[in-house]
């Protein structure tokens, strides 16, 4: 029987540990009883839930105490056993469908946007041989990286409050993160190290309230990097519990539409072939969503909005099995190709801040008018950072903000040692692959519920709520025995307080080199190669296998650059 125990004295205020060690399949099963248990409209039967195999190595393969691994093949499982409720009700009940999840390859899958190979080369190899510029026509970024000082605008930083630190978040728009402490962006610096001992040495000159209400006026990103207890005891906290992990609803209030009927696509004998979805998303967590849906057959066509600064290189695998177009919201004639795109959508994804889209006619209201008047409901993916209601709801903010709320990164230092407040973000962007994921379980459920019963839903998805959920007492995090025997196996090199998303995501691809050495060779079990007009890349299968291969998630295209297509002549497939 799992139990935890507190840990405050080693991983700080609130948080909990297991008591005894569970090897990893058979706490990823735990942790799928426990999840189901609290998902509204997922099944409860146990005979469902042990169609689920587990399998895979007893030992974490990740940095840290977070059993974010187990949490997301509890995740993987439910999207399986939804895939297959789907099958069911499309080609008739099938008592013989399971689904099989590696619990490795699930860890694998968290670093995912670092863990591929293009035309032969890594990630870093791509930088380093100056190609990163091939995988982008469109400047998204907007020169927010082109200096140290403007790269170490994301970092967590000391305040002037002894043991409080805080998350700045430079957004893609460092230049104001800069201003907002009184830093000339262009200000010479001429080594990452001597950007970051700059900008502390501004930061401390505040306190961390003060650096919220600066960003609040602002309208900028950023967060207290708070304890687990820390953040339970505030209001947004509060609120957030009040839902779901899974939160998707239907929509009652909208005008009644009748049941959908799945698509049947010859010779494509996946979940959801023949399901439209038009994406509007960013960076990783919304794109988890498509790139996920597309595996299990759907026709994504995904918008990148080049004048909303929007994307980054990380993002180039999340491009699999999709299309790209180009839609500028500020015109009038782009505004209304994307509704004619979204007029015969099943599913419409966004992950902008509430409010932020509904002026382009893209709201969820918006968009429950256009079902009732079409008469087929429409599924409703959002995406954001602190979820939707509560006093932080409509900030800005991103996989590090939601990281350093929660306690995640506060934890993640305890687990080093540091006991002085310092946060180290986790090695992995464990709430964006997360709140991806969590958002596609969502969708997959409601499209089975538009086909039984009709109508919209609403699926709701929070980077926070996803950071905060392996810091749970009945989650529990790994004792320091556990953390040391990973760091042992895998030699991880050091990791601090100002490394950026890519930097951490490279020393956890050469821990796994070191004891994987096969990776993206042929025999490594959880690799593929797709070959596509952009070239040959090497890159991570889906993770849920169902037990027909005719109908087992997989990719039928290669990745594609933004902006791949003629928004002017795209149509579905």
Same mark, same amino acid.
């Given at each position: 029987?799992?139990?935890?125990?507190?840990?405050?004295?080693?991983?700080?205020?609130?948080?909990?540990?297991?008591?005894?060690?569970?090897?990893? /399949?058979?706490?990823?099963?735990?942790?799928?009883?426990?999840?189901?248990?609290?998902?509204?409209?997922?099944?409860?039967?146990?005979?469902?839930?042990?169609?689920?195999?587990?399998?895979?190595?007893?030992?974490?393969?990740?940095?840290?105490?977070?059993?974010?691994?187990?949490?997301?093949?509890?995740?993987?499982?439910?999207?399986?056993?939804?895939?297959?409720?789907?099958?069911?009700?499309?080609?008739?009940?099938?008592?013989?469908?399971?689904?099989?999840?590696?619990?490795?390859?699930?860890?694998?899958?968290?670093?995912?946007?670092?863990?591929?190979?293009?035309?032969?080369?890594?990630?870093?190899?791509?930088? @380093?041989?100056?190609?990163?510029?091939?995988? !982008?026509? &469109?400047?998204?970024?907007?020169?927010?990286?082109?200096?140290?000082?403007?790269?170490?605008?994301?970092?967590?930083?000391?305040?002037?409050?002894?043991?409080?630190?805080?998350?700045?978040?430079?957004?893609?728009?460092?230049?104001?993160?800069?201003?907002?402490?009184?830093?000339?962006?262009?200000?010479?610096?001429?080594? #990452?190290?001597?950007?970051?001992?700059?900008?502390?040495?501004?930061?401390?000159?505040?306190?961390?309230?003060?650096?919220?209400?600066?960003?609040?006026?602002?309208?900028?990103?950023?967060?207290?990097?708070?304890?687990?207890?820390?953040?339970?005891?505030?209001?947004?906290?509060?609120?957030?519990?009040?839902?779901?992990?899974?939160?998707?609803?239907?929509?009652?209030?909208?005008?009644?539409? /009748? /049941?959908?009927?799945?698509?049947?696509?010859?010779?494509?004998?996946?979940?959801?072939?023949?399901?439209? &979805?038009?994406?509007?998303?960013?960076?990783?967590?919304?794109?988890?969503?498509?790139?996920?849906?597309?595996?299990?057959?759907?026709?994504?066509?995904?918008?990148?909005?080049?004048?909303?600064?929007?994307?980054?290189?990380?993002?180039?695998?999340?491009?699999?099995?999709?299309?790209?177009?180009?839609?500028?919201?500020?015109?009038?004639?782009?505004?209304?190709?994307?509704?004619?795109?979204?007029?015969?959508?099943?599913? !419409?994804?966004?992950?902008?801040?509430?409010?932020?889209?509904?002026?382009?006619?893209?709201?969820?209201?918006?968009?429950?008018?256009?079902?009732?008047?079409?008469?087929? +409901?429409?599924?409703?993916?959002?995406?954001?950072?602190?979820? #939707?209601?509560? #006093?932080?709801?409509?900030?800005?903010?991103?996989?590090?903000?939601?990281?350093?709320?929660?306690?995640?990164?506060?934890?993640?230092?305890?687990?080093?040692?540091?006991?002085?407040?310092?946060?180290?973000?986790?090695?992995?962007?464990?709430?964006?692959?997360?709140?991806?994921?969590?958002?596609?379980?969502?969708?997959?459920?409601?499209?089975?519920?538009?086909?039984?019963?009709?109508?919209?839903?609403?699926?709701?998805?929070?980077?926070?709520?996803?950071?905060?959920? #392996?810091?749970?007492?009945?989650?529990?995090?790994?004792?320091?025995?556990? *953390? @040391?025997?990973?760091?042992?196996?895998?030699?991880?090199?050091?990791?601090? /307080?100002?490394?950026?998303?890519?930097?951490?995501?490279?020393?956890?691809?050469? +821990?796994?080199?070191?004891?994987?050495?096969?990776?993206?060779?042929?025999? !490594?079990?959880?690799?593929?190669?797709?070959?596509? @007009?952009?070239?040959?890349?090497?890159?991570?299968?889906? *993770?849920?296998?169902?037990?027909?291969?005719?109908?087992?998630?997989?990719?039928?295209?290669?990745?594609?650059?933004?902006?791949?297509? @003629?928004?002017?002549?795209?149509?579905?497939?």
């Amino acid at each position: 029987m799992h139990s935890t125990v507190s840990s405050s004295e080693i991983y700080g205020p609130g948080s909990f540990m297991d008591k005894e060690y569970t090897d990893i /399949p058979t706490d990823s099963r735990r942790i799928l009883s426990l999840i189901a248990k609290a998902t509204p409209g997922f099944t409860q039967s146990p005979d469902v839930l042990d169609t689920v195999t587990f399998e895979g190595g007893a030992d974490p393969i990740i940095p840290g105490p977070l059993k974010a691994p187990p949490v997301a093949a509890a995740l993987h499982a439910m999207c399986g056993i939804v895939a297959n409720e789907i099958l069911d009700k499309r080609d008739g009940k099938d008592p013989n469908r399971r689904v099989n999840i590696n619990t490795d390859h699930a860890a694998f899958w968290l670093g995912t946007v670092g863990l591929f190979q293009w035309n032969g080369m890594d990630l870093k190899e791509i930088i @380093d041989a100056g190609k990163a510029q091939e995988f !982008f026509k &469109v400047d998204f970024e907007k020169g927010a990286f082109r200096t140290p000082l403007r790269a170490r605008a994301t970092a967590n930083y000391p305040t002037k409050v002894p043991g409080v630190w805080y998350q700045l978040h430079g957004s893609l728009d460092s230049d104001s993160a800069l201003r907002a402490i009184g830093l000339d962006p262009d200000t010479p610096c001429d080594s #990452p190290q001597a950007a970051y001992d700059l900008i502390s040495q501004h930061v401390q000159l505040f306190s961390a309230d003060e650096l919220e209400m600066i960003n609040i006026k602002l309208g900028l990103c950023g967060n207290t990097s708070y304890t687990p207890d820390g953040w339970r005891q505030t209001q947004m906290s509060k609120a957030l519990s009040k839902h779901p992990l899974v939160n998707y609803k239907l929509q009652s209030h909208a005008v009644p539409t /009748p /049941p959908t009927p799945l698509p049947q696509i010859q010779g494509d004998g996946r979940p959801l072939a023949g399901v439209k &979805v038009v994406e509007l998303v960013r960076i990783i967590a919304g794109p988890v969503v498509g790139t996920t849906l597309a595996a299990l057959g759907a026709d994504v066509i995904r918008v990148n909005c080049s004048r909303l600064r929007d994307l980054n290189l990380l993002q180039a695998t999340l491009n699999t099995g999709i299309r790209t177009i180009d839609i500028d919201l500020a015109k009038g004639e782009d505004l209304s190709k994307l509704l004619r795109l979204i007029e015969d959508a099943d599913i !419409f994804v966004q992950g902008y801040r509430p409010g932020v889209i509904a002026k382009n006619g893209l709201s969820v209201s918006n968009l429950l008018e256009l079902a009732g008047k079409r008469g087929k +409901g429409i599924v409703y993916v959002e995406e954001n950072c602190y979820g #939707p209601d509560g #006093p932080f709801h409509s900030r800005p903010g991103w996989q590090q903000t939601g990281d350093a709320a929660s306690g995640a990164s506060y934890v993640t230092a305890r687990s080093m040692g540091h006991t002085d407040g310092r946060s180290i973000l986790p090695a992995l962007p464990i709430p964006d692959m997360m709140t991806g994921l969590i958002g596609a379980l969502g969708a997959l459920m409601a499209i089975r519920d538009r086909a039984e019963n009709g109508g919209s839903y609403h699926v709701f998805a929070s980077l926070t709520a996803a950071a905060a959920y #392996p810091l749970s007492q009945e989650i529990g995090l790994y004792s320091p025995e556990v *953390v @040391d025997r990973v760091n042992k196996r895998f030699q991880w090199e050091s990791m601090d /307080p100002s490394m950026f998303v890519f930097e951490l995501l490279q020393v956890v691809v050469n +821990g796994w080199k070191k004891v994987f050495p096969d990776m993206f060779k042929s025999k !490594f079990p959880f690799t593929t190669t797709i070959k596509g @007009d952009w070239g040959n890349f090497d890159l991570l299968k889906p *993770v849920v296998k169902l037990e027909d291969a005719k109908t087992t998630p997989e990719w039928k295209s290669a990745p594609v650059p933004h902006c791949y297509y @003629d928004a002017n002549t795209i149509s579905w497939i």
